[in-house]
Nanobody
């Protein structure tokens, strides 16, 4: 059993920054690939960023490249998403996800087994 808890969401003006955190418990964190997904109202969840278990493989969605940065601290059982230059279209619920199956930082939602409850990010214009 793996539990993921996101934090750090909130309301920010366009051009501002937020740092999201995801804390994991229940198993050895270092064996997980981790990812961030987001879901805007009326839309399906979409991939944002991912990082492999050792941190050596990282992917970003085209829409966030150059603005968002994913990182992990295995000693703290945590993964982070630094979000800079935020735009109104970034408004969504952001979810942390984990998988142990060796997905090599997959960008596909269906590859992930464990999910947090999500944290709301709202960017005002």
């Amino acid at each position: 059993q793996v539990q993921l808890v996101e934090s750090g969401g909130g309301l920010v003006q366009a051009g501002g920054s937020l740092r999201l955190s995801c804390a994991a418990s229940g198993r050895t964190f270092s064996i997980f690939d981790m990812a961030w997904f987001r879901q805007a109202p009326g839309e399906e969840r979409e991939f944002v960023a991912s990082v492999s278990r050792s941190g050596g493989r990282i992917y970003y969605a085209d829409s966030v490249k150059g603005r968002f940065s994913i990182s992990r601290e295995n000693a703290k059982n945590s993964v982070y998403l630094q979000m800079n230059s935020l735009k109104p279209e970034d408004t969504a619920v952001y979810f942390c996800a984990a998988v142990t199956s060796g997905a090599y930082a997959s960008r596909a939602e269906y590859d992930y087994d464990y999910w947090g409850q999500g944290t709301q990010v709202t960017v005002s214009s």
